[in-house]
């Protein structure tokens, strides 16, 4: 009976260091496995970092950053050859350059002309109010007693029914009267007459007008006042 337990006791001493080794051994494993990991992760951090060179590399990144100027820039040559309206269909780039920069020539013409013509608008218009005004003077010098006042830091509207007069201080502004009549026209707006008087840099003009078409009083007001406020941006 001792020698059996004895063999038991030796048995269950040696399964255990048995089971102690394995572990032992499973450790170890793991510790180098995760070693290894270790290991490549920080191969991989090195060949990726600052210090790593790699000429193809290089080269193949020049490569590209050359490929995507040089498709910037054929499409930028594109989209100004879409501008030029007499380009030949196989122009190479300095063609495209030269004919641009003549083509930006005569547009800087053409603005120069239509500003003078814009000019030429204006003192036409300018004419026709003042002789409008001296055609008209015995109304625009009648006094009136009017309903309802609107003022701003530029202007003053007096409205009596269908009727109402504009007084407007500004500085010599192109193109100022000709804005005015277009607003007038815009809402339907007969001028009756008007009186412009230089003041050093600026002017004061005083405009008569009748609404031609207006359901009654109220409505005319609102068009009136909405007139005023499209011409005050124009000489604030």
């Known amino acids: 009976m001792d020698f059996l337990l004895e063999n038991n ?38 060949t990726s970092g600052e210090e790593s060179y790699d ?3 290089n080269n193949e990144m020049h490569l590209s950053i050359e490929r995507g100027r040089r498709k910037k820039m054929k499409e930028m040559f594109n989209d100004l050859s879409a501008l ?9 780039k300095a063609t495209i350059v030269k ?14 002309k239509l500003e003078r013509k814009k000019e030429e608008r204006a003192q036409h218009v300018l004419q026709q109010i003042m ?15 009017f309903d309802k006042t609107w ?6 509207l007096n409205i009596r029914g269908n009727e109402a007069q504009f007084s ?16 007038l026209e815009k809402h339907n707006i007969e001028l009756i007459s008007a ?22 009083a109220n409505s005319m007001e609102e068009t009136y006042r909405k007139a005023a406020e499209e011409i005050m941006p124009w000489i604030s």
């Open 151 to 156: 003022a701003a830091s530029n202007m003053v």
């Open 131 to 145: 002789g409008t005004s001296c055609s008209a003077g015995s109304v625009s010098q009648k006094q009136k007693g």
């Open 84 to 92: 030029l309206p007499q380009l030949p269909s196989k122009a190479d």
């Open 99 to 112: 004919e641009a920069v003549d083509y930006i020539k005569v547009l800087q013409e053409t603005l120069e």
């Open 9 to 46: 006791t030796d048995t269950s001493s040696s399964s255990n260091r048995s089971n102690e080794i394995k572990t032992n051994q499973n450790l170890v494993v793991n510790t180098m496995s995760n070693e290894d990991v270790v290991d490549e992760n920080e191969k991989k951090i090195i």
């Open 55 to 57: 000429p193809e590399t």
């Open 195 to 216: 009186t412009i008087s230089a003041n050093g840099n600026g002017s004061t003009c005083m405009i008569q007008v009748h609404g031609k078409q207006a359901s009654d």
């Open 168 to 183: 407007i201080c500004s500085v010599h502004k192109p193109g100022l009267m000709t804005m005015i009549a277009s607003v």
